[in-house]
C-alpha cells in the first residue's frame, strides 16, 4: 500500500477482496498460525498475532476458523510446515515491488512469482534490491467523525506518533512500530475507534503513474495477490484514483 492516500488504496484492495473471501480467509488464518508458531498464543506480547488478529477483525473472519489456526500454531493440530521469503523487483514504469510469502514450496511460489512480474511487464530482482526504499510503519485510520482533528494530533502525539494526516473522511495516524501498542492504548483510552490499524511497509519516495500504467501495476499487484502463497504486496507507486471506481 502506498501513494499519495494510503487509505485510497487499503480500501481499493479491500473492495477487491471482498470478491474472493475464502481466499482471503485463507491467507490470514495461515498468518495467524506462523504468529503463534513463532510468538505464542497471547497477543500480548506478540506484536505479529496481534495485527493478524486485527486483521481478520477487519476481514470478518469467524471466530472458529481463528481458533481452529491459533490452536494449529500452538500444536493443537498438524499442519504443513510454511516458510517466510520476501520477493523483490520491479513493476511497470520501474515500480518497486516487494512480495510476502508464505510457501511449503519455495520452488513454486519463486516460479509463480517470477512468471507473474514478467508477464506483467516487470521483473524479479536480487534480495535487497528494492527493500531499502521502504520502511516499516504504523497505520492508523480514524473516521472523521470520531474525533476534532486538533484533539486528535494532541493525543496522538503525546503518546509517540510521529504525523497526523486529515483526508477527505478520515484522519491518518504514521507511527514507529515500537510506539504503536502505545498509541493504540491512547486512542482507545479516549474512545476514539479505528478503522484501520497496522504495521505496514511504506515507500520513502513515491512514482507518480498515469492512467496506462497505473492499470499495468493494479494488473499485477491483483495477479500477485491472488497467488495462494502471497499474504501482502507493497509498491511505490501513486495509481490515479480518478478511473478506479469506473
Same mark, same amino acid.
Given at each position: 500500500?502506498? @501513494?499519495?492516500?494510503?487509505?485510497?488504496?487499503?480500501? +481499493?484492495? =479491500?473492495?477487491?477482496?471482498?470478491? $474472493?473471501?475464502?481466499?482471503?480467509?485463507?491467507?490470514?488464518?495461515?498468518?495467524?498460525?506462523?504468529?503463534?508458531?513463532?510468538? *505464542?498464543?497471547?497477543?500480548?506480547?506478540?506484536?505479529?498475532?496481534?495485527?493478524?488478529?486485527? =486483521?481478520?477483525?477487519?476481514?470478518? $473472519?469467524?471466530?472458529?476458523?481463528?481458533? +481452529?489456526? $491459533?490452536?494449529?500454531?500452538?500444536?493443537?493440530?498438524?499442519?504443513?510446515?510454511?516458510? %517466510?521469503? $520476501?520477493? /523483490?523487483?520491479? *513493476?511497470?514504469?520501474?515500480?518497486?515491488?516487494?512480495? !510476502?510469502?508464505?510457501?511449503?514450496?519455495?520452488?513454486?511460489?519463486?516460479? /509463480?512469482? +517470477?512468471?507473474?512480474?514478467?508477464?506483467?511487464?516487470?521483473?524479479?530482482?536480487?534480495? @535487497?534490491?528494492?527493500?531499502?526504499?521502504?520502511? !516499516?510503519?504504523?497505520?492508523? &485510520?480514524?473516521?472523521?467523525?470520531?474525533?476534532?482533528?486538533?484533539?486528535?494530533? /494532541?493525543?496522538?502525539? /503525546?503518546? @509517540?506518533?510521529?504525523?497526523?494526516?486529515?483526508?477527505?473522511?478520515?484522519? %491518518? &495516524?504514521?507511527?514507529?512500530?515500537?510506539?504503536?501498542?502505545?498509541?493504540?492504548?491512547?486512542?482507545?483510552?479516549?474512545?476514539?475507534?479505528? %478503522?484501520?490499524?497496522? &504495521?505496514?511497509?511504506?515507500?520513502?519516495?513515491? &512514482?507518480?503513474?498515469?492512467?496506462?500504467?497505473?492499470?499495468?501495476?493494479?494488473?499485477?499487484?491483483?495477479?500477485?495477490?491472488?497467488?495462494?502463497?502471497?499474504?501482502?504486496?507493497?509498491? !511505490? @507507486?501513486?495509481?490515479?484514483?480518478?478511473?478506479?471506481? %469506473?
Amino acid at each position: 500500500m502506498s @501513494g499519495h492516500s494510503k487509505w485510497a488504496n487499503i480500501k +481499493r484492495k =479491500k473492495g477487491k477482496n471482498d470478491a $474472493i473471501r475464502g481466499k482471503i480467509t485463507t491467507k490470514i488464518g495461515r498468518e495467524i498460525t506462523i504468529a503463534v508458531r513463532m510468538g *505464542g498464543a497471547d497477543p500480548t506480547g506478540n506484536m505479529r498475532l496481534k495485527l493478524a488478529l486485527q =486483521k481478520a477483525k477487519e476481514n470478518n $473472519i469467524p471466530k472458529e476458523n481463528i481458533k +481452529r489456526a $491459533i490452536q494449529k500454531g500452538a500444536g493443537a493440530s498438524e499442519g504443513q510446515s510454511y516458510e %517466510e521469503i $520476501i520477493y /523483490e523487483g520491479y *513493476g511497470p514504469a520501474g515500480v518497486a515491488v516487494t512480495v !510476502n510469502v508464505l510457501t511449503d514450496n519455495r520452488n513454486r511460489a519463486a516460479a /509463480e512469482v +517470477r512468471h507473474l512480474f514478467s508477464k506483467h511487464g516487470g521483473n524479479l530482482g536480487e534480495t @535487497g534490491c528494492v527493500a531499502w526504499m521502504f520502511k !516499516n510503519q504504523g497505520v492508523f &485510520i480514524v473516521a472523521g467523525d470520531q474525533a476534532d482533528e486538533d484533539r486528535l494530533m /494532541e493525543i496522538a502525539l /503525546e503518546a @509517540g506518533a510521529d504525523d497526523v494526516k486529515a483526508e477527505e473522511d478520515s484522519f %491518518e &495516524i504514521q507511527t514507529a512500530p515500537e510506539v504503536f501498542d502505545a498509541v493504540e492504548k491512547a486512542l482507545a483510552d479516549n474512545h476514539i475507534e479505528t %478503522e484501520h490499524a497496522q &504495521i505496514t511497509m511504506v515507500p520513502d519516495n513515491t &512514482i507518480a503513474l498515469d492512467e496506462e500504467g497505473g492499470r499495468k501495476l493494479e494488473n499485477l499487484i491483483d495477479a500477485l495477490e491472488d497467488l495462494d502463497d502471497v499474504q501482502d504486496v507493497y509498491h !511505490n @507507486g501513486e495509481i490515479p484514483d480518478d478511473w478506479d471506481e %469506473e
